[in-house]
């Protein structure tokens, strides 16, 4: 099993048997997730912001607009917190104290890197691409050189990082296993539902074969 090297940053203090350094269950949140979180500092005030990502390999990309606020602050090396948080479930215990939710989540720390060779850039922007459904990349145009100029991409090493994980039911207190409540989870799950075409869409053109199976998929 391939681990992460645990850091004073990484080091899980509460509840520290959720906590994973395993690379593999790392890589199977990321690549089950679609936003992520980007926290850093800038103009000596916390900010944290919602954006898409991607993995590939051993680096997260997050991108955007040259005129973006959050890439020109990453850009010029500042340390950045990034999490991704999956919800599994809802949690409901005897007690108002112990109800909780079943989670996946991923934080990484580090300092991103611009990607400026041209190459490297469309090969972060097809992850990006693959990330929300495979296949797409090859069947639409590609960026322009225009576009590749007004489109930042950013690469986070993934050196930097763990998992917390929750699963199971409630944990109450040992008296409160007596009382008339029902507890247990209820399971909660992203589903997608049948494609809606484009209105401008012309006739005639099918639905991808990987639109459906995405949608049976979830």
């Not at 007596?178 to 799950?189: E, N």
């Amino acid at each position: 099993m391939t681990t992460f090297k645990q850091t004073n940053r990484t080091t899980l203090k509460r509840l520290p048997k959720r906590g994973s350094y395993d690379q593999k269950l790392v890589y199977q949140i990321l690549d089950e997730g679609f936003i992520c979180h980007v926290g850093f500092v800038a103009e000596d005030h916390p900010i944290v912001i919602p954006t898409g990502y991607a993995r590939r390999n051993e680096t997260l990309y997050i991108h955007g607009s040259q005129a973006s606020r959050m890439l020109r602050t990453l850009s010029g090396g500042v340390d950045v917190c990034v999490t991704v948080t999956l919800i599994d479930g809802l949690v409901l215990a005897r007690s108002a104290f112990h109800h909780s939710l079943n989670y996946r989540s991923v934080v990484i720390f580090g300092r991103a890197l611009v990607v400026e060779d041209q190459k490297d850039k469309l090969v972060a922007l097809r992850a990006f691409s693959d990330q929300v459904i495979a296949g797409r990349w090859d069947e639409v145009r590609e960026p322009t050189e225009q576009e590749l100029r007004a489109t930042t991409v950013l690469a986070l090493p993934l050196t930097e990082v763990s998992a917390k994980v929750r699963t199971g039911p409630p944990l109450d207190e040992e008296e409160d296993y007596a009382l008339s409540v029902w507890a247990g989870v209820i399971p909660l799950k992203l589903l997608a539902g049948l494609p809606e075409p484009d209105p401008r869409l012309p006739a005639g053109i099918p639905v991808p074969d990987y639109a459906l199976e995405y949608e049976r998929s979830k």
